[in-house]
Structures are given as C-alpha cells and as structure tokens.
C-alpha cells in the first residue's frame, strides 16, 4: 500500500527557511512523479512545486520560483522541499503527493495518493 508521510513544518518567521521532506514507502518509487500541494485557511489547494521520476525535470508555481527547490533521493524514497526566504502567504498545510500519470504535470486532480500534511507557519 502506497504511504507518504511529511515532516519539518513548523513556525517560522518572515525571511526564514525551512525544509520539508516526504517520506515513501509500499510502492516503486522510481515509477511515480512527486509533488508538494499546499492549502491556506479558506483558499483551494494549489501547486507549489512537482518533480519528474528520474530526469531531474521540475516545475515550480510562479509564487515560490527563485525561493522553493524540490528534488528527490530515490535511494532514500524521500523528496525534499526547501523553502528560503518564506514569507506570510506561504502560510499552509502542505502536502506531498504521488501520481504514476505518463507525463509528468503539476495538478493536483491528476495525484491519487496523499500524505497527511505538515503545517507550515510564517509569522513574526
């Protein structure tokens, strides 16, 4: 059974840093694209950053391009998010998720299987 489980949110203030990771486990990693999905108090849930099987390709919201870097070990079965020079609208739930589509995209109606979530907090 597919499993994903996130860590290292936390509160952080304006201009700080933080790195999330997404743990995998119950499926061939290597198969699947991965992407962080995020979802602030009382907006949808949008796409912060996806990254490709093997290939290295990635693709970033306009929001966080310059601030996010998503890559993966898949020796580890883990994708890392870090998140440089945070600011207040990147407040959220964020979550990873995992998709074996044939191309790789950033929806998140295209992901079937999701982690818990791990809450992230900017605030001074």
């Known amino acids: 059974q597919l499993h994903l489980v996130e860590s290292g949110g936390g509160l952080v203030q304006p201009g700080g840093s933080l790195r999330l990771s997404c743990l995998a486990s119950g499926f061939r990693f290597v198969s699947y694209y991965i992407g962080w999905f995020r979802q602030a108090p009382g907006k949808e849930r949008e796409a912060v950053s996806c990254?490709?099987?093997?290939?290295?390709?990635?693709y970033y919201a306009d929001s966080v391009k310059g601030r996010f870097t998503i890559s993966r070990d898949n020796a580890l079965n883990t994708v890392y998010l870090q998140m440089n020079n945070l600011e207040p609208e990147d407040t959220g739930v964020y979550y990873c998720?995992?998709?074996?589509?044939?191309?790789?995209?950033?929806?998140?109606?295209?992901?079937?299987?999701w982690g818990q979530g791990t809450q992230v907090t900017v605030s001074s």
């Open positions: 990254i490709s099987k093997s290939d290295g390709s990635t």
């Open positions: 998720a995992a998709t074996d589509i044939a191309t790789m995209r950033c929806f998140d109606w295209e992901y079937e299987d």
